[in-house]
């Protein structure tokens, strides 16, 4: 399973490190130390954790304090979800507190290797939304 650093996981919450620190002390972001003493977060930890954070965010915040817009419509994230299909699969990211869901087969999941607590680009183009593995 792939881990985080604070900082990662805390671009990957849309906040600074420094909140994801002060997070992981209160013990609201569980984390564990690696062989050489840095603090990671288990990424199906981080996927909860994600969703937990989203759910209490405002629904629209002030433009210039949302990080995940972009001219090109691509929102880094974590995947918090993976049905997969006979043929389709459904992928759900958590770009900070934007929840994308996109359909997508499953020969494309396998080939991505996509599974909860990675991180992925959903990227937006009209009413699909394609996902790229970062």
Not at 88 to 99: F, K
Not at 104 to 112: G, H
Request: proline share 4%; aromatic share 4%.
């Amino acid at each position: 399973m792939q881990s985080y650093t604070i900082g990662q996981a805390a671009r990957l919450l849309g906040v600074s490190a420094d909140t994801a620190r002060r997070w992981a002390d209160a013990g609201r972001l569980a984390t564990h130390r690696d062989d050489s003493g840095r603090r990671l977060v288990d990424g199906r930890d981080l996927a909860a954790f994600c969703v937990e954070v989203a759910q209490g965010a405002p629904q629209h915040g002030p433009e210039d304090d949302t990080p995940y817009s972009s001219a090109r419509n691509a929102f880094p994230g974590i995947v918090t979800a993976v049905k997969l299909g006979d043929v389709a699969a459904q992928v759900e990211i958590q770009a900070g507190p934007h929840r994308l869901v996109s359909l997508l087969t499953r020969e494309a999941v396998e080939e991505l290797g996509l599974e909860v607590g990675m991180q992925a680009t959903a990227r937006v183009k009209s009413t699909s939304v394609h996902i790229d593995r970062t």
